[in-house]
């Protein structure tokens, strides 16, 4: 089902990106290289990649959705991105948010940015299941819900496969590490640049 969608995304907007893309992740400490140097960070990694293309990193350590909305009018004016990658949520489930109030939140984010000329990607974003099963479920649906109703691309949560694994995570069992960057880079670099990944085949 994935595959499929991925070929439909692809097919609906790989040519408009046949040109240098840019893009702002609007993100959190999974996207801010928390705990380590910015240029070791899965953004950096991209960019060393993919020069033609403009990744603008907005992401913040710490941040929620609430957060990042107030944050949002100015960056779309400063940045003007054609693409934001949407990654945000972790922090409202940690805290314990009521899952309304950050599809709401997200859902706002999502119509500024389309306001303002933005495609939109939302990545999924999974708690860990010590927050009990009920609110993990609630808090995933958020993400299913905003790309139903907003015909987004929604890309699969990039900590999936790596935070099992403690080799590829700081002590907090939160955030991962520096030897986690490449793969985070790996995982997002077809949803992220699909056409600038292919230039470079």
Do not use: C
């Not at 859902?107 to 927050?131: C, D, F, R, T, W």
């Not at 993990?136 to 299913?144: K, M, S």
């Amino acid at each position: 089902m994935r595959k499929s969608l991925f070929l439909i995304f692809i097919l609906q907007f790989g040519q408009a990106w046949a040109e240098p893309v840019s893009m702002m992740i609007l993100g959190d400490s999974l996207s801010a290289s928390y705990g380590m140097d910015e240029q070791e960070g899965w953004v950096e990694i991209l960019r060393q990649r993919h020069p033609d293309a403009t990744l603008i990193n907005a992401s913040v350590s710490g941040e929620t959705s609430g957060g990042a909305l107030r944050r949002l009018p100015q960056l779309l004016t400063t940045h003007k991105p054609q693409w934001i990658f949407v990654e945000l949520g972790g922090n409202d489930g940690l805290r314990g948010f009521p899952p309304p109030i950050t599809r709401n939140n997200l859902a706002k984010i999502i119509e500024l940015g389309q306001q303002h000329g933005s495609q939109i990607l939302l990545s999924e974003v999974m708690l860990p299941p010590n927050y009990g099963r009920r609110y993990t479920e609630q808090f995933a649906q958020v993400f299913q819900t905003l790309n139903s109703e907003y015909q987004l691309t929604l890309v699969p949560f990039f900590m999936t496969e790596i935070a099992p694994k403690p080799e590829l995570m700081q002590r907090d069992g939160i955030h991962p590490n520096r030897q986690a960057q490449p793969l985070i880079a790996d995982f997002l670099e077809p949803w992220l640049l699909p056409a600038e990944a292919q230039r470079q085949q």
